[in-house]
């Protein structure tokens, strides 16, 4: 049980540690740094999504032959439309730009950009509650330990992107500590989440392959629509990419070696 309840915090810890960096830096961060964050982020969570999600649900289903791939694709479909219906539906405002996206509100620009944090966070939760419920289930492709690296993996990945949340909020004219705080709590949305997956775990196990790949989905659909589109952006594009064969190989290594 304390190995579960660490797991589950741990990317809040992550969030939390690089939503502190605004203590720690004086100006804005650098657009080379953002982008190698960006890319090493991105870099995670592909990688989380294959070897921790999608390669287990299709091996659930490996007794069924050709139609073990079924329940890993619908579920990788759903995932990414669930995460396009909350894109469209939820007012946010992404870093970097003064354009609000999904439904027409009077929100304050803080408060979209924090939203904007929460969409991009929820599947992340999601997938360590689905990992863990899977660990729990005594399913023989999925191990605490597994579990674990999933958790630890997206801590990591959770720490360079707090604090690509808390510095612009700083550069906007936040206080240090609003800018820490605003940060920190957009990262509450994963323990909630993967509690909520964990609580439903019993009602979840005949579908587990099938929510395996939906949170795939749902972390394909932020990295696709937010991360490389924001790291590719005009210049230093090479560094995101050096960021996302790092962040990539650093989340496939932990998978293997820990699962």
Request: proline letters at 5%; hydrophobic letters at 55%; zero cysteines.
């Amino acid at each position: 049980m304390t190995t579960i309840v660490i797991g589950l915090l741990l990317p809040l810890l992550g969030t939390v540690l690089g939503s502190a960096f605004v203590f720690l830096m004086k100006d804005e961060m650098s657009v080379p740094l953002q982008k190698s964050l960006l890319g090493f982020a991105s870099g995670v969570m592909v990688a989380a999504s294959v070897w921790s999600l999608l390669i287990p649900a299709m091996e659930m289903e490996a007794g069924k032959g050709a139609w073990a791939v079924f329940p890993a694709a619908v579920g990788f479909l759903l995932g990414m439309g669930f995460l396009l219906m909350i894109d469209e539906l939820t007012p946010h405002l992404h870093i970097g730009t003064d354009q609000p996206e999904g439904m027409p509100s009077r929100l304050s620009k803080t408060a979209m950009l924090t939203l904007a944090v929460t969409i991009h966070n929820l599947p992340e939760g999601m997938a360590v509650g689905v990992v863990f419920a899977g660990a729990e289930s005594g399913a023989a492709q999925i191990s605490l330990a597994g579990a674990v690296a999933v958790a630890l993996g997206i801590a990591i990945q959770n720490v360079p992107e707090g604090a690509i949340i808390s510095m612009p909020m700083r550069a906007a004219g936040n206080s240090r500590w609003r800018s820490f705080l605003i940060g920190s709590l957009s990262g509450a949305v994963e323990p909630i989440g993967a509690l909520a997956v964990l609580l439903l775990a019993s009602f979840l196990t005949p579908v587990l392959p099938y929510m395996l790949a939906f949170a795939a989905g749902a972390m394909f659909y932020v990295v696709v629509e937010e991360l490389i589109p924001e790291a590719s952006n005009g210049q230093h594009s090479n560094l995101s990419t050096i960021g996302f064969a790092i962040g990539f190989v650093l989340m496939m290594t932990l998978d293997v070696v820990m699962g």
